[in-house]
């Protein structure tokens, strides 16, 4: 058994796809689990898989055998339910493989996007760190024999040099400590969230973000239309997944306008979850019954939006931050050249 550490999005969507096609061939959940198991390499993988066995040996459905677990979100345990419910179990595992592939394919592009500034700018500090307090103390001396003393500028990076120097153990533990925060706000549910709602508030980040809630939602919808849930109870479900307050309000006021006799493109309108055209597409969709269909061409849309937005950003900062360390290590050592070369020449 797993030490109950959550599945990843990229294990579950596995998980989803596998059990989806021998679904699909005509077999049994019970025993689509059975193969998995008898295939299985990954010894924590087999004790998932014999756990889930086991309980279904007892006689419950197979979404308690997953709940059971606790390592499968409870959207998927849900969904599934639904989808036994329905008689669609095969469709509802193949729209989850599909979903939860997005997820994965969605915390990636984020750990790129977050990942490669954070990198650069470590290094400009570093390289910052280095000249200030390594190279400084080397100009000094020279300053020194040549009979003259720093100034200016020069100066107030020697004194912040020698601070560095003094703290670097102190400096150490801080950025330990920065390390530490940044993994475990990678690692951990509670750590992500966190994260997730500060970038959600910043002003350049708050659309890259919004967009992402927006095809969750989308991807959410088209799940809970093709498992046969009504319009209502999916605006609930899917509410909980967006992972975005202000997409989660917007939803809510959704749900009471269908609630109170309102089309869903009209209340998606309305509230303005989706753009004109996409409102648009969904009327049609309704309209010729393909109403999942459009949604997840929706997702679709707004996934290949929020790549172009990660692209284009990772572009820009990309020569920004090239930029910005060779103007400070240029001034750095241009505040120390200018004035030697005024003391050589006076020499001269």
């Keep these: 058994m ?46 998932l898989l014999k756990t889930i066995l086991d309980i279904c040996k007892q006689g419950e459905p197979f979404h308690k055998a997953l709940a059971a677990t606790e ?16 008689g669609n179990l095969d469709d509802c595992m193949s729209s989850l493989a599909i979903y939860y592939e997005k997820e994965d394919s969605i915390a990636a592009s984020i750990k790129s996007a977050v990942t490669y500034p954070l990198i650069m700018i470590l290094m400009m500090l570093t390289v910052i760190f280095v000249l200030v307090s390594k190279v400084m103390p080397i100009f000094k001396q020279v300053f020194n024999e040549l009979g003259s003393e720093m100034t200016g500028v020069a100066a107030s990076l020697l004194s912040l040099g020698d601070s560095l120097n003094r703290y670097s153990f102190i400096l150490l533990i801080l950025i330990c400590i920065v390390l530490l925060v940044y993994v475990l ?17 910043l002003p350049f980040t708050r659309n890259f973000y919004l967009n992402i809630a927006c095809e ?24 909980q997944l967006v992972g975005n307050q202000l997409l989660s309000d917007k939803i ?3 749900r009471k306008a269908v609630q109170e006799g309102a089309g869903f493109s009209e209340a998606l309108t309305v509230c303005g979850i989706f753009n004109h055209l996409y409102c648009q597409m969904l009327a049609v969709g309704f309209k010729s019954g393909n109403a999942d269909v459009v949604l997840r061409k929706i997702a679709d ?14 572009s820009i900062l990309e020569p920004t931050l090239v930029i910005i360390l060779s103007v400070i290590v240029g001034l750095i050592l241009l505040s120390v050249i200018l004035p030697l070369m005024g003391i050589m020449a006076s020499i001269g």
């Design 71 to 86: 390592v499968f979100p409870d959207y998927m345990v849900h969904m599934i339910a639904l989808g036994e419910d329905s």
């Design 216 to 239: 969750r939602f989308a991807s959410g919808m088209a799940i809970c239309l093709s498992s046969g849930i009504d319009i209502y109870t999916s605006l609930d479900i899917t509410k």
């Design 185 to 201: 706000s990678r690692k951990t549910t509670v750590g992500r969230n966190t994260t997730a709602r500060i970038l959600q508030g």
């Design 252 to 254: 809510e006021k959704c």
């Design 2 to 47: 797993r030490d109950k550490k959550a599945l990843s999005n990229a294990e579950i969507a596995s998980f989803c796809s596998q059990v989806s096609l021998l679904i699909q061939a005509g077999i049994t959940p019970f025993e689509s689990i059975n193969i998995l198991y008898n295939d299985a390499k990954n010894s924590k993988g087999a004790d």
């Design 301 to 314: 849309g707004y996934r290949n939006t929020t790549d172009k937005k990660m692209q284009a950003l990772i």
